[in-house]
């Protein structure tokens, strides 16, 4: 080896390193050391070095047992390495054995605390500052030491080093790169192992040590790492374990499940762990990977198995969404990105999946790429398949809110809405939970009315509540319905934290509210469960629960365990799970907690407030989870769906603060107008509410220049509550402001006012006084004050029949002058139309209409008694021909006449309502009936929305009405045929099997009758129009009831009308014939194109006698049995064709 050039410093150790103790070695290796570190290497005589040179290597020293002679010993090697530099005085020999030593010493690196640390560090940091271990790389057989000297740096680092030592290991690391002509699998190994996730997590200062090498190494380390890779991925996935496209499809078809998940094969370990070292090495060294990515877009596509595309698309979708300046892959790489984005059309479902997970990371991160990221999530949100759908929905239940709000399109929202009515539950309750997550986090920023927050997330309430007119899948509906209300209570209008913060919890219903259209609205108000009658079905369960005592019943313990069984049929019925709801149900009466029954029936009444409700909410809950667990979820349904969750009874004085404009600002209109709803609602459907609140009311009529609508809320409020509860006290003042408004207010104020007067019982000299003053104004009364005198007199004549009889000769005298008044000149146009608008509507048309009201409310009020028919049936011969249109517009202009066709009709249908008026209405059925098929559309729909309401409340009871509905099967509009046909359906389903023989069913005849009186099939020549018109009817009849039990019983039905005669006129006989045996034919046809069987099973069967007649004799029974009334020519016209059955015999009794 060259000798360094002579200089002015020489070496004055002089000792012996031989032949002494080992105490006194250390010491002369320590005074060695210490002098040979202060030389520097500039002025050192190099041959002063040569015999200390040769003593330190000898092999008695190197393998020298004692750690600190050890210690020295290297300090001194790494100084003479250092003063002879660069040409080092050894053998390639010695300088692998002096490597090998060192190797061997930085070994006792892992402890700072050592005595020798210090020896240690200078060492590496010789080793580092003087590069001398680059001569590794010039030794033969070099790769063996540079792989010890890599795994031995590994090896020692922890986070207990100081960072000095990091330092300096990862420059003696790096320096071994750069020299090094050609790089050891190991080494490569050794490095790409620190990168591994256990790795990473146990030991982060090799971790770190490793990203330092590695990046100021990348350019030489990228073919290395790009050979690592290829060995692992490419010779694997190009290896002889091939797999046909058919097994590929195998897969997907859950086919191949032997050491399988979810049908997909398990893919080799390595394999596995390969990709996991790719995704955290793009997260620290990116820049090794430029080989890399090529690899991993090969398996994107790859045909080998949809096994191997998941991991790649699962692993670049890890990539893809790392942080901004952490691989920013899809900058770099846009073919990948493309490629990998295409991963949404991949015919294996678990790749769809996999590349849909990870899209939400991505939008996150890199909001650069949302034209990319919409598109894609479009197509995925609308996937067959119901698991990509469910992770595309999983997106927007993780994302944060700043990414949903600036760059995550509206029409992205839009299309997840429409997930909530996906035929899956699982992706129907992942979008109901996302939307009204998104919701909840944007709330704060629309109620500062934010226009950006409002337009891209007030929707959402809107959109929710559209999916409760979801009904393709009647199946889906308990579900939907629930996931609607969990969405309302859990993120649009959820429980306040606070107790006493009731303020906000209203104010955030009115905002919601805000963004409602009228349907919408009248959805979420429904939702409040204010309109179910009380004590409902789950006041009943805990009644039940009661008294079944957990089963130890002392009397009548049938009947008792057969109503609690009735009530838990009930309320499984509406449950999402009816078969886990009636178990847990049952679970909960049996352990009998009574306690637990006190705090529903609390929270049940809806004179709790809400301080109340919630903390016996909590403790419900809490108490319901201690009997167990796997109940507390049909709790929740349970408590849900019964308590006033959404507005209770502190809601009212904050509700009466907004419509009295408790708020300023420009939303404080709006506010109003809302919560004007809202109490319009609680009056109509939950007055009980306003107990309470009398004060708060009646504050709210005091002084003048109130609003009108303010007014018109607070008496209508007292109104229904006095209604509703006859023991409310009005004192005073409330009784002043009423008479106040009686005399003087609208028309809405006076009916309300007036109702108040009506039912104060304590002071009926009020009402007696109000009569008088309203019966001597109407006479010279200008129509402007007609409405408002007569809403008064309407509520009077029903709630305070005696006051009302004092005057009622002089009343009725009166209103009639009023409904036959002529109209002024010019007032009736020519071309008129047939309905105005209410805000349109004239004094003297409105004026009219009441007078209609005012008849039949003093009817109703003598229903109870035995005066009820004698005073009902002028009243009936004054309705009858105000349902027919008026022709003659002298007296009635078209739209007039329409407005009290309309009211004539309701006022028979309250009056319907009362047994005592029954026999009146048979008399004209028919003429009532053919409302429903009324020229004017606002005439057909009002009647049979008020009839529809009365049906399903039961206020109407007698079957025929149920016929009536059907007169809508040629109704242009189709709004009106589908609430019809939706509500006999779901009647049908909801009643038992003899209710609905009853009321639906047997009923049949009475509809073949309606039709047999219906002005288009007069005479008794019919062609083939007017058959096709009647089996319209029949048509939707069929539809909307036949099933294959019940066809066999509205087969015999039809049969047996050929059995009797019409009761009223035998001038119908041929028409009842005809359509009989049109309904046969048409039950056959249907019977036969569902496959049903039409067995001949005999059926007793009484026909109504108020409407049918025995035939007089047999020989006209058999006449009209045998006769043919339907030609197959007429049946083919209409398209009935087919050979026609000969008329069937009829067994006469």
Request: aromatic fraction near 6%; charged fraction near 25%.
């Amino acid at each position: 080896m060259a000798r360094g050039q002579p200089s002015q410093v020489r070496l004055q150790f002089k000792q012996a390193l031989r032949g002494c103790s080992n105490a006194e070695l250390q010491k002369r290796l320590r005074a060695l050391h210490e002098e040979l570190a202060e030389i520097d290497q500039e002025l050192i005589v190099t041959s002063s070095l040569d015999t200390v040179a040769k003593d330190l290597i000898s092999h008695s020293l190197l393998l020298h047992k004692e750690k600190g002679i050890k210690a020295y010993l290297a300090c001194c090697l790494a100084d003479v390495l250092r003063l002879y530099a660069p040409e080092a005085p050894y053998t390639e020999p010695e300088i692998k054995d002096i490597f090998t030593f060192f190797i061997r010493q930085l070994k006792h690196l892992t402890t700072p605390a050592d005595p020798h640390f210090a020896e240690y560090f200078y060492l590496i940091e010789s080793l580092s500052n003087v590069k001398s271990v680059c001569l590794i790389c010039d030794l033969d057989g070099g790769d063996e030491l540079m792989k010890d000297m890599f795994a031995t740096c590994f090896d020692v680092i922890s986070t207990a080093s100081p960072k000095n030592v990091e330092i300096c290991l990862a420059d003696i690391l790096l320096q071994l790169l750069e020299e090094a002509t050609t790089l050891a699998t190991e080494v490569v190994d050794t490095l790409l192992a620190q990168f591994l996730p256990s790795s990473v997590k146990k030991r982060p200062a090799a971790f770190r040590l490793a990203v330092d090498v590695c990046t100021g190494g990348s350019d030489k380390l990228q073919r290395y790492v790009c050979q690592y890779f290829a060995e692992q991925i490419t010779s694997e996935i190009e290896g002889t374990g091939e797999r046909s496209e058919d097994e590929d499809t195998a897969s997907e078809d859950g086919k191949r499940r032997s050491g399988k998940k979810g049908g997909i094969p398990t893919l080799p370990q390595p394999f596995i762990t390969a990709h996991s070292l790719i995704r955290q090495i793009n997260r620290s060294v990116p820049s090794l990977l430029t080989n890399v990515i090529p690899q991993l877009e090969e398996e994107l596509v790859t045909d080998k198995g949809p096994e191997y595309r998941k991991l790649a698309t699962e692993v670049l979708g890890q990539m893809l969404g790392e942080k901004m300046g952490q691989g920013d892959l899809a900058a770099k790489y846009p073919a990948t990105w493309r490629n990998w984005l295409a991963r949404g059309r991949d015919k294996a479902v678990v790749v769809r999946v996999a590349m849909t997970e990870a899209l939400g990371k991505i939008w996150s991160e890199h909001p650069e790429l949302v034209a990319d990221i919409e598109a894609t999530v479009l197509k995925v949100l609308r996937d067959p398949d119901d698991k990509v759908r469910l992770a595309a929905c999983t997106i927007f239940e993780e994302i944060d809110y700043e990414t949903a709000s600036h760059h995550v399109p509206k029409s992205v929202l839009v299309a997840l809405s429409e997930r909530c009515r996906d035929r899956k539950n699982a992706v129907r309750s992942v979008s109901f939970k996302s939307l009204g997550r998104l919701y909840n986090l944007a709330f704060s920023e629309i109620e500062s009315r934010d226009e950006r927050a409002i337009e891209q997330f007030a929707w959402i309430p809107a959109s929710v509540l559209e999916n409760i007119k979801f009904v393709a899948d009647p199946s889906m509906v308990p579900s939907l319905r629930y996931a609607i209300m969990t969405t309302l209570l859990t993120y649009i209008v959820p429980s306040p934290k606070k107790e006493d913060d009731d303020a906000a919890w209203v104010d955030r219903f009115l905002l919601m509210m805000r963004h409602l259209n009228q349907d919408q609205t009248a959805t979420v108000l429904s939702l409040t469960r204010l309109a179910e009658t009380r004590p409902n079905m789950f006041d009943a369960f805990i009644n039940a629960c009661e008294q079944n005592n957990g089963g130890i019943i002392d009397n009548d313990a049938t009947k008792i365990k057969d109503f609690l069984k009735m009530t838990i049929r009930a309320i499984s019925a509406q449950s999402p799970d009816p078969n886990k709801t009636a178990e847990d149900l049952n679970k909960f009466a049996k352990a009998n907690e009574k306690q637990l029954y006190k705090l529903i029936k609390t929270l049940l009444d809806p004179q709790t407030d809400l301080k109340t409700q919630l903390k016996n909410y909590k403790e419900t809950l809490r108490r319901i989870e201690q009997i167990s667990s796997t109940i507390l979820e049909t709790f929740i349904f349970f408590l849900r769906n019964s308590v006033f969750l959404l507005i209770n009874r502190s809601s009212i004085p904050t509700l009466l603060k907004r419509v009295q404009g408790g708020r300023s600002g420009a939303d404080a209109e709006s506010q109003a107008q809302k919560a004007t709803i809202v109490l319009n609602y609680i009056s109509k459907h939950q007055p009980a509410l306003y107990k309470s609140h009398v004060a708060e009311l009646t504050k709210a009529l005091q002084g003048e220049g109130k609003e009108e609508s303010v007014v018109e809320t607070a008496l209508h409020a007292a109104s229904k509550l006095c209604k509703g509860d006859r023991t409310t006290n009005v004192d005073k003042k409330l009784s002043d402001r009423a008479k106040h408004f009686a005399r003087t207010g609208t028309v809405n104020q006076a009916k309300y006012a007036a109702t108040i007067i009506a039912l104060d019982e304590a002071k009926p000299g009020v009402a007696d006084d109000l009569v008088e003053y309203l019966a001597d104004e109407l006479p010279e009364a200008a129509d402007e004050d007609l409405p408002a005198r007569l809403s008064a007199l309407a509520r009077l004549a029903l709630h305070a029949r005696d006051s009302f009889e004092r005057k009622s000769e002089q009343i009725t005298k009166s209103v009639l002058e009023i409904l036959n008044r002529e109209s002024a000149p010019g007032e009736i146009l020519e071309h008129e139309d047939t309905w105005v608008e209410d805000d349109k509507l004239d004094a003297l048309a409105l004026a009219r209409v009441l007078v209609v009201k005012v008849l039949t409310n003093r009817c109703l009020a003598y229903a109870d008694t035995e005066e009820a028919s004698k005073v009902a049936q002028p009243v009936f011969q004054l309705l009858w021909p105000l349902l027919r249109p008026h022709e003659d517009h002298t007296l009635y202009s078209p739209s007039t006449s329409s407005r009290l066709r309309l009211a004539a009709a309701l006022a028979v249908l309250k009056l319907a309502a009362s047994p005592a008026f029954q026999n009146s209405i048979s008399e004209r059925f028919e003429l009532f009936a053919r409302t429903a098929q009324d020229e004017c559309f606002e005439v057909r729909a009002g009647f049979i929305d008020k009839l529809l309401a009365y049906l399903r409340t039961n206020r109407i009871v007698m079957a025929r009405y149920n016929m009536v509905l059907f007169l809508v099967a040629h109704d242009p509009e189709e709004e009106l045929r589908l609430k019809v046909v939706h509500y006999v359906s779901a009647r049908a389903k909801k009643v038992s099997p003899d209710v609905r023989q009853r009321i639906l069913e047997q009923p049949l005849l009475r509809l073949i009758h309606l039709l047999a009186h219906h002005p288009d099939f007069e005479g008794t020549e019919h062609d083939d129009d007017d058959i096709a018109t009647m089996s319209k009817y029949l048509e939707m009849y069929i539809d909307c009831l036949a099933t294959s039990e019940n066809i066999p019983y509205l087969f015999h039905l039809a049969l047996k009308v050929k059995t009797v005669r019409d009761k009223e006129d035998a001038s119908y006989d041929t028409n009842l014939y005809i359509l009989s045996e049109l309904a046969q034919h048409l039950l056959k046809l249907r019977a036969r194109s569902e496959g049903w069987a039409l067995s001949a099973n005999p059926y007793s069967t009484t026909l109504p006698s108020d409407i049918f007649k025995p035939l007089p004799n047999k020989e006209t029974a058999k006449k009209v049995s045998e006769t043919a009334y339907l030609t197959d020519d007429l049946l083919s016209k209409i398209g009935y064709s087919g050979t026609r059955s000969k008329a069937i015999k009829v067994k006469v009794s």
